[in-house]
């Protein structure tokens, strides 16, 4: 079954330093998400993005983070310069449609995760 | 705002009993539901969702869920719980695009499920 690949599984960091996570979404899909879960809280949405450029984000979202598609194949979330509270699991995820309000609508594939912890 | 309540972080059965896992959203639109799952060291995999139609709603493994649009709710239940079971699951609620909402995911904090032999 086709999976969404992340990279690293694990990642410790100093804080202010950059960071990059990466993700391999599924091949043929269209739309591409992060998430992040702080230790013990709600999985947020943080971004997504479509057609190469962003087409919602939240409040985290802010200059420190950016994505991007390089090639066609993988999309990366960075961050420039790491806090304390950035330290959390992010989530890439795609989809190859968007809803489209029938039954049976399709739905998310998620990656395993990319733990970051900023010291 | 979408939000979804899940009560109870931590739930603890014994193998063979009940399964319970409540969770209560509100949203502007009529939502869709999901609840996903998570085991140790793996990503977030779909156990069933709800769109339009049957309320009751059959996944993975075992489980099912049922919409009550009266009481907010899309409960996770499963007769009998087994030791593989033992997981994280996250109940999570989006609004339905074709009526004006965003298909992104609202999560709740997620019940960690213990299996006791």
């Known amino acids: 079954e086709p999976e969404v690949t992340q990279t690293p599984s694990h990642q410790v960091t100093q804080m202010g330093q950059e960071v990059i996570l990466r993700c391999v979404p599924i091949s043929n899909h269209l739309y591409f998400y992060w998430y992040r879960q702080i230790l013990g809280q709600k999985v947020e949405f943080l971004v997504s993005f479509y057609n190469n450029e962003i087409s919602e984000k939240s409040e985290i979202f802010d200059d420190q983070f950016s994505v991007e598609r390089p090639d066609g194949s993988n999309f990366t979330l960075k961050i420039r310069s790491t806090k304390l509270e950035d330290s959390a699991m992010y989530f890439c995820?795609?989809?190859?449609?968007?809803?489209?309000?029938?039954?049976?609508?399709?739905?998310?594939?998620f990656g395993a995760g990319s733990r970051l912890t900023v010291l | 705002a979408q939000s979804v309540t899940q009560l109870g972080s931590h739930v603890s059965v014994s193998e063979g009993a009940l399964v319970l896992l409540r969770c209560n959203y509100s949203s502007s639109v009529p939502p869709y539901l999901f609840w996903y799952v998570q085991y140790p060291n793996q990503g977030l995999q779909l156990l069933l969702k709800?769109?339009?139609?049957?309320?009751l709603v059959k996944g993975i493994n075992g489980f099912e869920a049922e919409f009550k649009k009266s009481e907010t709710s899309f409960h996770l239940t499963k007769p009998s719980a087994h030791m593989s079971d033992a997981a994280e699951y996250f109940c999570a609620v989006s609004d339905n695009p074709s009526q004006g909402g965003s298909e992104k995911l609202v999560f709740g904090k997620g019940t960690k499920l213990t299996v006791n032999p």
């Open positions: 709800y769109t339009t139609g049957a309320t």
């Open positions: 995820a795609s989809i190859s449609n968007l809803w489209t309000g029938k039954a049976g609508a399709n739905v998310l594939t």
